[in-house]
C-alpha cells in the first residue's frame, strides 16, 4: 500500500469519525428538544399494549411516570389528562388511576390531587362526594383535618384570630362553632374505655356498662366497670400512703338517676345555669361507668381541700385517671370545674392526655378519631 493510499485511508476514518460524533451530538439534540427520554422498554408490556392499540406513542416523548404507567394499565386514561397525569405522584392506594381521574373531573389540578392523597382514606373518599373545594393545602399537616369542615374552619378562624389553626380545626371539629347540645351524635360503642361522650355525644336511655363491681370503699353501692374499679383502689391506697383521705361519693349512674338529678338542679336554678354543672340525661361519663367522684371526710364544707386536689391533680393519671373539668377547660367542656370528678381512661393514655395539657375532648379529636 502507498503513501497516498494511507492517507486516503487516514482521511476517511477521520470523516467516518466525525459524522459519528456529529450523529451522536444531533440525536442528543433532538432528545433534548423533543423529548423521547423514554421507550417501551421502560413501561409494563399492559401499558405499552394500550399505547400501540390507541396510537399514544407520543407518550414516549416525555420521562417515565409511574402515575402514568398506572392508568394505562387500568385502562382508565384521559389523554386530556395527560400533562397531569405526569405531574402527579403515584400512591399505593386502591383504585388509584380511578380516583385521580374522579378528581380532575370535578375539576382539582395535578398539585392538587397530590395533596388530596396526602389526606387521610375516609377524606379522600368525602372529596368524591364534594364540589371542588377552595384550597386547603395550610389544613395538610393537622391529623384530624375533615374536609367536610372546611367552610367552618374558615369561618371560625375569622372570628377567633387569636387561635392558632391547629385549634381552629379541633374546636370547630367539636362542634364548638355551635351552641351546645345541637347536632347531637349517638355514640355507637360505649362500652370502649376510650369512649368521648359530652354535650354532642351521647348514649342511649337503656345503656348499661358491662362487668359493673361495687367500688371497696363505698357506703352507698357505687359502682365502676371492673377495670377502673380496681385502678381506683390503688389510687386510693396510693393516697393514703401520701397523707390524702380519699374516698367514693358517687360513680355509676343509669340515666334515669341522671335524669332525676339533672330534672331537680333546673328546677332549682333553671336550665342555662344547670347546664353548667350538670350533664343531661344520656351525656354523663358517669352512665359510662369510668367516672367517680371523690370527697375527703375530714373536709368540712367542701368536698376536697386544696392539698387534696393538688395530690389528686398530679397523681391521678399514674393510676389511668385524669381530671375531665377543670377551670381553664371550661370553653371546651362546658362545666364548671370539678376537681372531684375523676375519669378512668387507662394508665397509658390518661399519661399522655395529663401530659398534653389538653382537655379530653381535644385530645380524642387530634389523637384517637379516625378522619
Avoid at 377567633?160 to 355514640?187: A, G, P, S
Avoid at 370553653?331 to 389538653?358: C, F, N, Q
Amino acid at each position: 500500500m502507498t503513501r497516498r493510499q494511507k492517507k486516503k485511508i487516514k482521511k476517511l476514518c477521520i470523516l467516518i469519525l466525525f459524522l459519528i460524533v456529529v450523529g451522536v451530538i444531533i440525536f442528543f439534540l433532538i432528545k433534548l428538544l423533543f423529548g423521547g427520554t423514554n421507550s417501551s422498554k421502560d413501561y409494563s408490556d399492559e401499558a405499552n399494549a394500550v399505547i400501540s392499540a390507541e396510537n399514544l406513542e407520543k407518550i414516549y416523548k416525555f420521562d417515565y411516570s409511574k402515575t402514568l404507567e398506572n392508568i394505562l394499565e387500568s385502562k382508565e386514561y384521559n389523554d386530556n389528562y395527560l400533562e397531569d397525569y405526569l405531574k402527579i405522584d403515584f400512591v399505593e392506594t386502591d383504585d388509584f388511576a380511578d380516583k385521580v381521574n374522579k378528581y380532575l373531573n370535578i375539576g382539582y389540578e395535578a398539585s392538587e390531587v397530590n395533596n388530596i392523597f396526602k389526606l387521610s382514606s375516609k377524606n379522600q373518599e368525602k372529596i368524591l362526594n364534594l364540589s371542588k373545594q377552595k384550597d386547603f393545602s395550610e389544613y395538610l399537616s393537622f391529623r384530624n383535618f375533615d374536609i367536610n369542615n372546611l367552610e367552618r374552619y374558615e369561618e371560625y378562624k375569622k372570628e377567633n384570630k387569636d387561635e392558632d389553626l391547629q385549634t381552629v380545626v379541633t374546636h370547630v371539629n367539636l362542634n364548638l362553632d355551635k351552641e351546645f347540645y345541637t347536632d347531637t351524635e349517638r355514640i355507637e360503642n360505649p362500652d370502649e374505655i376510650t369512649t368521648l361522650i359530652n354535650k354532642f355525644h351521647y348514649v342511649d336511655k337503656d345503656f348499661v356498662p358491662k362487668d359493673l363491681v361495687t367500688l371497696f370503699d363505698s357506703k352507698n353501692g357505687a359502682k365502676l366497670v371492673r377495670v377502673a374499679a380496681e385502678a381506683y383502689e390503688k389510687f386510693i391506697e396510693a393516697a393514703k400512703n401520701d397523707g390524702i383521705t380519699l374516698e367514693s361519693t358517687t360513680a355509676y349512674r343509669s340515666y334515669s338517676f341522671q335524669n332525676t338529678l339533672y330534672t331537680n338542679y333546673v328546677a332549682e336554678d333553671g336550665q342555662e345555669k344547670a347546664d353548667t354543672y350538670s350533664a343531661r340525661p344520656g351525656t354523663s361519663e358517669h352512665q359510662l361507668g369510668l367516672a367517680v367522684d371523690l370527697n375527703d371526710p375530714n373536709v368540712s364544707g367542701a368536698r376536697l381541700d386544696d392539698k387534696d386536689f393538688k395530690w389528686v391533680k398530679e397523681n391521678s393519671y399514674k393510676y389511668g385517671f385524669i381530671l375531665r373539668y377543670l377551670e381553664e377547660f371550661v370553653p371546651v367542656t362546658g362545666y364548671m370545674e370539678e376537681p372531684w370528678h375523676i375519669r378512668y381512661l387507662g394508665v397509658d393514655l390518661a399519661t399522655k392526655v395529663y401530659k398534653s395539657g389538653l382537655t379530653y375532648d381535644e385530645y380524642y379529636d387530634m389523637y384517637l378519631k379516625e378522619y
